[in-house]
C-alpha cells in the first residue's frame, strides 16, 4: 500500500505556548510510530517541566483576556474551530489512522463529533446561568458563575482528538486558559488542532500545547498554585497518582479512568440485535475504549444460541491497516498491549475457558511489522479468571453464563470499576430494577451508545468523578460565587 504522508509531514512538530509555536528547552525529540507498521513517520518535540512553567504562564497572561471577553466574541471563535475542524475533518482522520491505527471512517467520526462537541459548548457557554435567591428586607441573594483560571487537560491515545475538544471546549466556555498535555503515541493529532485554534483567532495563551515527559510534564501542572484544575483520562493509576499530587495545592479535579464494562443479555433479548450492537461496540477502536463492553453475561436458556451468533459474526470482522477500505478494526497501540492480553487469555483458557475463535497475535503478511491480534471470543469464563478483573483493552469477549437477574447484577457490580454498563431486555420492570441496580455512572438500555455532546459522560468508584459533556461538563469549569447585595443600607450620621 502506498501511503500518502503529506498530512503527517504538515502537522507541526513543536510546542505551541503562548500562540508561538517553539522547540523544546531540552532541544530532544520523540519518534512517532504508525502501529500498523512499525515506521517511525515523524518527530516531535520532547518538552518537560520547564516548558510546562512556560506554558501556565502563557496561560496565566492570557485568562483576563479571555475571561473578560464578551461571550458573543467567545462564541464566535469557537465556532470558527467548529467550521475548521468540520472543513479539515479528512486531513485531521488520516493524520489520526496513520499514528494511532484506527479505521479511516472511525477516525473521521471521532474528529466530527469533536467539531460537533466544539460548536455545541460555544452554544452552552451563553447558559452558565445563575440564580437569585430570596433574602431578607434590603438584601439581594446573588449566586452567579466564575471561571476557575487555568486549567491542566491530560489526554490519552485511544481518542486523540475527541478528549482534546471535550475538555477544551467546556474549559473555553466557562473562560478558562489551557494547557493541554496529549500522549507522546498521538502528538500530531494534538498540534493539528492546535493549529486550527490558532488560525480560528483565538488570542494568544488561551491554548497552550506541552509534548513529552509525561511525569515532569504532570508534576508541574499538578504541583503550580496558578493552575486550578487538573482534568485527566487515562488509567486508574495515574489518575491516582494525579489526585494525591494535586492535594497540595486544593485544585479540582475531573478524572475519566479505566472501565470494565457488563453487557448482560437477558432470555428475552432480541439476540440479533444484542450479537451486532456488541460486535460493533467491541471492535470500534479494536477494543481499546474505556466503555467497550468488557464482560459479556449471557442467560443460560439463550446462551447456545447467542455465543454461536456471536462467534459467527467475530469471525467475519476483518482486521487491517486503518487506511484500508472496509477495515474494521486496526492495530492495537503498542507491543505491550498484546503481551496484556495474552497473558489473560492464557490464564482464562488454563483455568476452563473455551477459546472460541482467535486469540494469537496475527503475523502474517500484511500484518507482519504491525501490532495485530486476532478478535477473540472466550466461552466459560467465570470469576476465578484474571479478565474477569481485569480491564481488556483489546479485541477480547469473555462470555459468562448466569441464571437470574439478581445474580448477573452483583457479578456485573463485583468490580472496582464503575464506567458505563449495557443490558439488553424486553422487560419494562427488569429494565427499571436493572438500571437502578447498576453501581456505573451510565448505562445503555437496549442500546450499546452512552455518550453524547450533550448528555454527562463519566463514572463512579474507581473510574473516576466528575462528568464530561452536557451543562453537568461545564459546572466543573467554573466557580460558585455568593454575593449578597444590600440595596437598602441605611445612612448612619
Not at 494535586?246 to 464494562?261: F, I, P, Q, R, Y
Request: proline share 5%.
Amino acid at each position: 500500500m502506498t501511503i500518502n504522508n503529506s498530512y503527517v509531514d504538515q502537522a507541526p512538530k513543536q510546542l505551541f505556548i503562548g500562540g508561538k509555536w517553539i522547540d523544546a528547552e531540552s532541544m530532544e525529540v520523540d519518534d512517532v510510530v504508525n502501529p500498523a507498521t512499525g515506521e517511525v513517520i515523524a518527530q516531535v518535540a520532547h518538552g518537560g517541566a520547564a516548558d510546562t512553567e512556560k506554558a501556565i504562564e502563557a496561560a496565566q497572561a492570557a485568562f483576563p483576556v479571555w475571561s473578560s471577553m464578551p461571550v458573543d466574541e467567545r462564541a464566535k471563535i469557537m465556532r470558527k474551530v467548529a467550521d475548521l475542524i468540520t472543513e479539515k475533518a479528512d486531513e485531521l482522520a488520516e493524520i489520526m489512522t496513520i499514528e494511532q491505527g484506527k479505521p479511516l471512517a472511525q477516525a473521521k467520526g471521532e474528529v466530527l463529533g469533536g467539531a460537533e462537541s466544539v460548536r455545541w459548548h460555544a452554544e452552552e457557554m451563553r447558559r452558565i446561568y445563575g440564580e437569585t435567591i430570596p433574602g431578607p428586607g434590603g438584601h439581594l441573594f446573588l449566586v452567579k458563575k466564575e471561571p476557575l483560571g487555568v486549567v491542566g487537560a491530560i489526554t490519552p491515545w485511544n481518542f486523540p482528538s475527541s478528549m482534546i475538544t471535550r475538555k477544551i471546549s467546556p474549559a473555553l466556555a466557562g473562560g478558562n486558559t489551557i494547557v493541554l498535555k496529549p500522549s507522546p503515541e498521538t502528538p500530531l493529532s494534538a498540534t493539528s488542532l492546535m493549529k486550527i485554534f490558532q488560525e480560528a483567532g483565538i488570542p494568544d495563551g488561551v491554548v497552550n500545547l506541552v509534548i513529552g515527559d509525561a511525569p515532569a510534564i504532570g508534576k508541574a501542572l499538578t504541583s503550580s498554585n496558578v493552575v486550578r484544575k487538573i482534568t485527566f483520562t487515562g488509567s486508574t493509576g495515574v489518575g491516582k497518582m494525579l489526585f494525591g499530587q494535586s492535594a497540595d495545592t486544593l485544585k479540582k479535579v475531573s478524572l475519566e479512568l479505566g472501565g470494565h464494562a457488563p453487557f448482560i443479555v437477558f432470555d428475552d433479548a432480541p439476540v440479533d440485535q444484542a450479537v451486532t450492537d456488541l460486535v460493533s461496540s467491541k471492535f470500534r477502536n479494536n477494543g481499546q475504549v474505556c466503555t467497550s463492553p468488557n464482560r459479556i453475561f449471557v442467560h443460560e436458556s439463550i446462551f447456545d444460541e447467542f455465543t454461536d451468533k456471536l462467534v459467527s459474526a467475530v469471525k467475519k470482522v476483518k482486521v487491517g491497516n486503518g487506511l484500508e477500505e472496509g477495515v474494521d478494526a486496526g492495530p492495537l497501540i503498542r507491543e505491550d498491549a498484546i503481551g496484556k492480553i495474552q497473558r489473560q487469555i492464557n490464564d482464562s483458557v488454563e483455568k476452563g475457558a473455551l477459546l472460541a475463535t482467535g486469540g494469537k497475535r496475527l503475523t502474517d503478511g500484511d500484518y507482519a511489522n504491525g501490532y495485530y491480534y486476532a478478535p477473540t471470543v472466550l466461552i466459560g469464563v467465570t470469576n476465578k479468571m484474571d479478565i474477569f478483573y481485569q480491564e481488556t483493552f483489546g479485541p477480547v469477549l469473555p462470555v459468562i453464563k448466569f441464571k437470574d437477574t439478581d445474580e448477573v447484577i452483583n457479578m456485573a457490580n463485583d468490580t472496582n470499576y464503575g464506567l458505563a454498563s449495557y443490558f439488553y431486555t424486553l422487560d419494562l420492570k427488569r429494565i427499571a430494577k436493572v438500571s437502578q441496580g447498576l453501581q456505573y455512572g451510565m448505562v445503555g438500555v437496549n442500546s450499546n451508545t452512552v455518550a453524547y455532546t450533550q448528555t454527562p459522560f463519566g463514572g463512579v468508584k474507581h473510574s473516576g468523578f466528575g462528568r464530561e459533556n452536557g451543562h453537568q461538563g461545564i459546572d466543573d469549569y467554573v466557580n460558585v460565587k455568593f454575593i449578597n447585595l444590600n440595596y437598602g443600607i441605611k445612612q448612619f450620621n
